[in-house]
């Protein structure tokens, strides 16, 4: 018979080399339990062979496999490069025995060899990543607008034209345009020519939800003459009404740089035809919608969840990166049971110029875990709402709040890129 301790002892951990990128995906879908079309599984292929990629190899069999996509993150300030964890699986076989946890490991050594600083992930369950250091970094709001009048504004809207254009031709065009809200929000991905085709625009139809629920194609709508960079865009599909309910336009993405121009691509989409349901997969929760909107009965927030987690893997490297609001003095006990190198007492000295993370000698201010740090990192969660929950400890009164002070940003993190 053989035991658990067994199974492990024969398990090799190594990358995963491009010639078994298909059986790494016929194990993605199985655990998964997905039966994705050719498209899909083109695309997933292609997205794989260009991932960092670790394996556990049971003999002759693939019984897990980790990969990372090579991604560079908005940071306050800046940005950074990021391993986006994706494709995480295990056999049913070989479940708890071990195998994600020495995956991860594998992949971390596979992000320092290469400088990554920071990883993330979007999780399956929220219980899993904590442990290996993951905090929830941004978060996002469903939200939902009584379309079957038209939208009732306080701010008046920017009267430059509307313009559907051609989704082909759209990265193009909005790319100019996402790329400055980079610079606003933290926690947003750059994006390459690829990127834009399989995000929300899914110009290949290859998304798993593609023509299974509904909706038709994206539809791009454009605030401004030909010519200009936008004063903003967004990204929309519709369902007509019938049996699946009333006819919806469903919101996948909208940026608008001005507070009249979001008014005006709002009330645009409130006024399609056919249609009495606004639904936005995934805004932030400071969005100036909840504000222009005169009548708030007629904007609902339906959910509000984590998006991206976050994990620190060089915190000298992140937070020296990253800019600062006000300045802060503080000496913080930081716990890393995963990746010790970044463990110890540490002072930060930050402010409007940069910062500097230095070993330690003197009494701590603060003490807490890297997945705090990691939650608090782009200027989401402030650090008290941890200590609120016991989860940082405050030794100096005030020290939280001058460290949140420091990293505060003006508008809160937001991805809304997996949804
Ligand atoms: C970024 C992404 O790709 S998210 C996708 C994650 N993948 C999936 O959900 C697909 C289906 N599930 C699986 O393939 C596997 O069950 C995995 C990857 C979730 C876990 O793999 P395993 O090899 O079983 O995990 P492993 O044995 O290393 O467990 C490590 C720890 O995590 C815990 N854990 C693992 N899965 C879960 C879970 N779903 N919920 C809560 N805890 C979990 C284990 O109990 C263990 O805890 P311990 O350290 O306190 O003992």
Sequence with gaps: MTTDDDARATTEFRDVPEADCDRALDLTYSVFHLTPGDKTRHRHAGMLRAA?????????????????????????GGQLPCAAVDFVS????????GI?????????????????????????????????????????????IDSSRPLALRTAP??????????????????PHYDATLA????????????????????????????????GPAYVVVLGAPGETPGGYAVYRTRGPGGSGPGTVRVAELEAESGPAAAALWSYLVSIDLTSTVEIQGRP?????????????QVRVTGQEPDLWLRLLDVRAALTARSWAAPVDVVVDLRDTVLPANAGRFRLTAGPEGATWEPAADTPDLSLDVRELASCYLGGTPLRHFAHAGLATEHTPGAVRRLDAALQTEWLPFTGENH
């Excluded at 290469?114 to 990883?119: C, E, G, M, R």
């Excluded at 920017?158 to 790319?175: E, F, N, Q, T, V």
């Excluded at 750059?190 to 939800?209: Q, Y």
């Design 52 to 76: 960092l990629r670790v394996g556990a190899y049971d003999g002759g069999q693939l019984a897990g496999v980790a990969g990372a996509h090579r991604r560079t993150l908005s940071v306050p």
């Design 90 to 97: 295990v056999l049913p076989t070989h479940r708890r025995r």
């Design 100 to 144: 994600l946890t020495s995956m991860m490991d594998g992949l971390w050594r596979r992000c320092a060899a290469d400088a990554y600083p920071l990883a993330c992930l979007w999780p399956s369950e929220s219980a899993i990543y904590g442990r290996y250091g993951f905090g929830a970094a941004t978060e996002l709001c469903r939200m939902e």
């Design 158 to 175: 920017d009267s430059r034209p509307l313009r559907l254009i051609d989704p082909a031709g759209a990265p193009a065009r909005l790319a």
């Design 184 to 215: 606003r929000r933290a926690g947003r991905f750059t994006r390459d020519e690829s990127w834009w085709r399989c995000g929300a625009l899914d110009l290949d139809g290859a998304s798993m939800r593609a023509g299974q629920d509904g909706f």
């Design 285 to 297: 929760a400071d969005d100036p919608l909840l504000h222009l909107a005169a009548d708030r009965d």
